[in-house]
């Protein structure tokens, strides 16, 4: 079988990722190993640079679905549709993910990375990457990443407590290179931050993208979460309550700020602590403002 | 030696471990005193309800409560182990004691694992300083594990319990929280795909919850 190691560090050549090996280069001062890098920045690369078409299983304590889903790597927004699904929304528009490039160094001081040689997923090697949260304010992450294109093909979700949330796994799939044209060779996303004191080690606040009058993204690269603002429903005193589907959770806190009944929903891939944290802090800026 | 020497003898040994365990319970007791009290306790009947009474009279004077003072379970214990020790003396009965244990301390460490998740009491009060449960260092295990298959709930509060009077609506937020994950969830999945990288193989929003 192929070294993954020495198959990510060929395929950054391949590729003509000479930023990747730059990137490589800078990054070896926080004391990770180059294959490490090098497969973090092939994971944030993928999807741009690699077209696709696949069934994959998704799984959690909700249940089991199959889902296929297409890719063109043009830009434009791929395809995904629930296979087991009668409903009108089982077929969606999926978006390439687009968030500002996360080095391995700023991973690394959230989370412990692991890489290691992985298992085959829909017939094709991988490399093992874990992300292990250095807190209790984060999940953990296993992710079988393709040697080949850097594509996600197994993604496991861990609970602090060390139990399996949520689970997807490629069936198959099919893997090509995209060519590379303007809109896929775009630069790299950056997002104007909100200066929020008390949000939990790492987490980093902007508004919403496409949602920025009603909404906060909270993120720290990996882990996300989203901060809606709303009135307290009439009658409702002051509390908070929360529910977890998958790797999801959604937390409703009710408060009274300057006289104001406010509702913050907090939902995320987060633990309860950091959407405790989340709610506490920017409930001090309900309107989501710079403080 | 003589009957009368024989009793003279006792005496003398229960008076010393009295006297050390009186300086046992002022705090004086050095590592002799220590060794004489715990072998003098374990053997003799009448020093063990001394110190009893001696534990008891302690404590009203210090006017601290006194829960299980009046209680000698060490009798029950004693009969208890004799009586486990015939039980265990038949291995079908062992093996089946062995996984009720088992089964005990899942279950006590499952129980104990959602525990952690409940909130603390400090987050009822707006601006205080929260300690919150599991915000310290965790090890996660990363071992090969499975999906917790009995889970079979859509959604699973993950506040539920807890002082009533503390959180007298909690039940109600739960609901509020559910209602929200359902028309939130396509949101979040559009804004964390905008604004992130993802680690998923896709964001997806399960059509049951899409409004």
């Given at each position: 079988m192929v070294n993954p190691i020495k198959a990510f560090a060929i395929g950054a050549v391949i590729w003509g990722c000479c930023p990747l090996a730059a990137w490589a280069q800078l990054e070896k001062e926080c004391g990770l190993e180059t294959d490490l890098i090098l497969v973090v920045e092939a994971l944030q690369q993928s999807h741009k640079r690699f077209a696709f078409a696949g069934t994959y299983l998704k799984e959690s304590a909700a249940g089991r679905e199959f889902i296929s889903v297409t890719h063109s790597?043009?830009?434009?927004?791929?395809?995904?549709?629930?296979?087991?699904?009668?409903?009108?929304?089982?077929?969606?528009?999926?978006?390439?993910?687009?968030?500002?490039?996360?080095?391995?160094?700023?991973?690394?001081?959230?989370?412990?990375?692991?890489?290691?040689?992985?298992?085959?997923?829909?017939?094709r090697p991988t490399g093992l990457l874990e992300l292990r949260p250095r807190d209790g304010l984060r999940l953990g992450y296993r992710l079988a990443v393709d040697t080949e294109s850097g594509l996600v093909l197994r993604s496991e979700v861990i609970s602090d407590n060390g139990s399996l949330l949520e689970r997807h796994e490629y069936a198959a799939i099919n893997v090509m290179p995209a060519e590379v044209t303007s809109a896929t060779d775009q630069q790299d996303v950056t997002l104007e931050y909100l200066d929020i004191t008390g949000l939990p080690i790492g987490y980093r606040a902007s508004r919403a993208r496409r949602f920025e009058e009603r909404a906060l993204f909270m993120s720290d690269g990996i882990a996300s979460a989203t901060v809606v603002f709303e009135p307290l429903p009439e009658g409702l005193t002051p509390g908070e309550g929360a529910v977890r589907q998958g790797a999801t959770i959604s937390y409703s806190r009710g408060s009274v700020v300057a006289g104001n009944q406010v509702l913050i929903t907090v939902i995320g891939e987060i633990p309860l602590p950091a959407a405790r944290l989340i709610a506490e802090a920017v409930r001090v800026a309900p309107n989501g403002g710079s403080q | 030696?003589?009957?009368?020497?024989?009793?003279?003898?006792?005496?003398?040994?229960?008076?010393?471990?009295?006297?050390?365990?009186?300086?046992?319970?002022?705090?004086?007791?050095?590592?002799?005193?220590?060794?004489?009290?715990?072998?003098?306790?374990?053997?003799?009947?009448?020093?063990?309800?001394?110190?009893?009474r001696q534990q008891f009279y302690r404590s009203s004077m210090l006017g601290s409560s006194l829960p299980h003072g009046s209680i000698d379970v060490s009798a029950s214990v004693r009969e208890a182990i004799v009586s486990e020790k015939r039980a265990y003396a038949n291995p079908l009965v062992s093996m089946a004691v062995a996984a009720s244990v088992t089964v005990a301390v899942v279950l006590g460490g499952q129980q104990a694992l959602l525990l952690e998740s409940q909130p603390g009491n400090a987050i009822t009060a707006p601006g205080a300083v929260i300690q919150m449960p599991g915000s310290g260092a965790v090890q996660a295990s990363f071992a090969e594990s499975s999906l917790p298959q009995a889970r079979l709930l859509q959604t699973t509060p993950v506040t539920e319990g807890g002082p009533p009077e503390v959180y007298?609506?909690?039940?109600?937020?739960?609901?509020?929280?559910?209602?929200?994950?359902?028309s939130l969830s396509r949101l979040h999945n559009s804004t964390a795909t905008a604004a992130s990288i993802t680690p998923f193989v896709s964001r997806s929003t399960d059509p049951r919850t899409t409004p």
């Open positions: 790597a043009s830009g434009e927004p791929g395809r995904l549709e629930y296979l087991n699904s009668l409903s009108e929304s089982a077929v969606q528009a999926v978006w390439t993910p687009s968030g500002p490039r996360v080095s391995a160094c700023e991973l690394n001081s959230m989370y412990a990375l692991y890489f290691q040689q992985g298992p085959m997923v829909a017939g | 030696m003589s009957e009368r020497d024989d009793v003279k003898k006792g005496d003398e040994q229960a008076t010393v471990a009295r006297e050390s365990l009186s300086a046992l319970m002022d705090d004086e007791a050095n590592d002799l005193d220590l060794a004489r009290s715990l072998r003098g306790v374990g053997e003799s009947d009448v020093l063990r309800r001394y110190w009893e007298p609506n909690r039940t109600a937020y739960n609901r509020l929280a559910n209602e929200r994950f359902e």
